[in-house]
């Protein structure tokens, strides 16, 4: 057992609350003690919602072990049912009520009560909470359906031409506590539309159990969420005969991928390739200029699987980036992960511990990270410019004004957002550079005020000097005067790098002082 301080996903019943949570008419009573209510916090806090999330908690405290506490499971089943009179019940446990083997849903299964009961069996000690999402919504879609499963699947995909009205698809992964999925559906139902495609449901995200019994009628299925989608997907592919899409729409190259893999797959003819010059500024701006500070600019990316792999083909075939690290925290997303990198030439990081991806990160030196909030505080440590790109995320990454990351819109999102960070990089090491200047020594500063400009630099030079002293007092080095001076000169994005190549060139040629002599011999030396 390791002690962390932060887990990029919880247990998996928390994946079972988000998808209860997004939807209507769904409860779940949770069999958990009295401490595990944290998780409401998550939807207030996060998701800044008005209402907390619609579980019953058996709120079993360390007395009541000594009784009955299946009788307490099947008393809170009962009043959860009576009180919210919900069209289904989820029913299932936390880690800690695991270990008490109470078979919570198998209790409430032979309550005889008026609504569906979906079981959920989540092993909270080999599975976390993307996959206790997806588990969810596959047993809720398998439990609903099931009886109305025909002997043999008989779809027919173009059926929408026989029957003279346009195509209907369903998007479905889409949900509370996913980066930007409320923003996102909007912009690919407006996309859809624009191609003539309606959609029919949206699923777990704002879909009751009339919703669910409905997605057999749907045309096609949009796989949005693979993490969370792409298990109900594959379920109603093999008993309906449903076929669902397998790009997502991230990105510039992705969405006219996703565009005409659902045309061809609805019998359509193929969308103009130049639709997203039109739509989105992205292709305008890397094709111009003003956009060669952007060329070649190395970038670190991890997060979950989809986002991830978004990710590294936009910064590799739209930005002209240099991808030099890509990875993800989701065992269930590996594979494709592994070949996105592979792809690129790269080892895959599939990784849990937020410190050995700051350690990656660290060695990698990159002048760009693009992650999650894990990642955000690593690259603040390290001064290099972030953007996050997936859950787990903070307050500030679920903005209230409309922000997706799929579609045309979504690729100028993502534009923004991920280009900034470099160009106020480039402001702060330009202000850096010339603070010595008779202009510049009254205090001026960055877009960032106090924490900007010459502070900035001067602040993370603090750092820097803090780390290469414990390392300096171990083994007796001494950086002189003009070889900080000189190292103060190199890009701050960079300079942890040059320090500790630095210290190592001049322990192995036996150096005990670091001047700007040994500074250029290090670069030669690593140069050759």
């Not at 990784?351 to 909030?373: F, K, N, R």
């Not at 993370?460 to 002189?480: G, K, Y």
């Amino acid at each position: 057992m390791e002690l962390t301080l932060w887990t990029y996903e919880g247990p998996p019943h928390v994946g079972a609350m988000r998808i209860a949570a997004s939807m209507q008419g769904v409860h779940y009573v949770l069999h958990a003690p009295q401490g595990d209510t944290y998780a409401d916090l998550l939807f207030t806090m996060i998701e800044r919602r008005g209402q907390r999330p619609p579980v019953t908690y058996t709120t079993f405290q360390a007395r009541d072990l000594g009784g009955d506490t299946a009788e307490l499971v099947k008393r809170h089943v009962q009043e959860a049912a009576d009180r919210f009179q919900p069209d289904a019940l989820l029913v299932g446990e936390s880690c800690t009520a695991e270990l008490i083997q109470d078979q919570p849903g198998a209790l409430a299964q032979g309550m005889g009560l008026p609504m569906p009961v979906v079981t959920l069996e989540l092993p909270a000690y080999s599975k976390k909470e993307n996959w206790g999402a997806a588990e969810t919504f596959y047993q809720l879609v398998r439990g609903l359906l099931k009886q109305t499963v025909p002997p043999q699947p008989n779809h027919d995909v173009k059926a929408w031409k026989q029957e003279g009205r346009r195509p209907r698809v369903n998007l479905l992964g889409p949900s509370l506590l996913g980066f930007r999925c409320r923003d996102d559906v909007l912009e690919i139902q407006r996309l859809l539309s624009l191609h003539g495609i309606d959609v029919g449901v949206v699923a777990p995200l704002s879909a009751g159990v009339k919703d669910i019994l409905r997605l057999p009628q749907a045309d096609l299925n949009v796989c949005l969420y693979p993490e969370v989608a792409e298990s109900s997907c594959s379920w109603l592919e093999r008993n309906f005969g449903i076929p669902f899409s397998k790009t997502v729409p991230i990105g510039m190259g992705a969405t006219h991928d996703f565009l005409v893999e659902v045309h061809a797959l609805l019998g359509m003819a193929p969308p103009e390739a130049a639709e997203g010059y039109q739509r989105s500024r992205m292709p305008w701006y890397s094709e111009s200029v003003d956009s060669t500070y952007l060329t070649g600019k190395r970038v670190f990316i991890f997060g979950d699987g989809t986002h991830a792999i978004a990710a590294a083909r936009i910064c590799s075939e739209e930005l002209g980036f240099t991808v030099v690290g890509l990875g993800t925290y989701s065992r269930e997303m590996a594979r494709p992960v592994r070949a996105a990198a592979k792809r690129l030439g790269l080892e895959a990081l599939i990784c849990d511990d937020y410190l050995a991806v700051e350690a990656a990160m660290a060695e990698a030196a990159p002048e760009l990270v693009l992650g999650t909030q894990m990642e955000r505080h690593s690259a603040k440590r390290l001064g290099i410019p972030c953007a996050v790109i997936s859950t787990p995320m903070h307050v500030q990454d679920v903005p209230a004004r409309h922000s997706p990351q799929m579609g045309w819109e979504g690729a100028n999102v993502i534009f923004d957002a991920w280009v900034h960070p470099l160009m106020m990089g480039l402001e702060e090491h330009l202000i850096g550079m010339f603070r010595h200047d008779f202009e510049f020594v009254d205090g001026h500063q960055s877009h960032l005020g106090h924490q900007g400009g010459a502070e900035a630099e001067n602040g993370t030079e603090v750092s820097n000097e803090i780390d290469s002293h414990h390392e300096a007092s171990s083994s007796q080095l001494v950086w002189t005067a003009d070889g900080e001076a000189e190292l103060k000169k190199i890009p701050f994005f960079v300079r942890g790098k040059v320090r500790r190549n630095a210290e190592s060139y001049a322990k192995e040629v036996g150096c005990k002082q670091i001047s700007s002599e040994t500074l250029y011999d290090a670069k030669a030396h690593y140069k050759a």
